[in-house]
């Protein structure tokens, strides 16, 4: 399947399908991951502070 997909978008014809694609997919990426972090409660992330940087010793 994968090389199916790559043989057809490597072509000078499809270079520009591809590409565009690859940005729409980083874009909604990028953006479920901003959503995820401003969906979190400020309480979630006081607790996290909270949470010692090194072990004790």
């Not at 694609?21 to 991951?33: D, G, Y």
């Not at 502070?49 to 010793?57: F, V």
Request: charged content about 20%; overall charge positive; proline content about 2%.
């Amino acid at each position: 399947m994968i090389n199916f997909l790559k043989q057809n978008f490597i072509t000078e014809k499809y270079i520009g399908i591809f590409q565009s694609i690859m940005l729409i997919l980083f874009f909604i990426a990028f953006l479920f991951i901003l959503f995820l972090v401003f969906i979190k409660s400020e309480k979630y992330y006081k607790e996290v502070s909270i949470i010692p940087l090194e072990g004790k010793k």
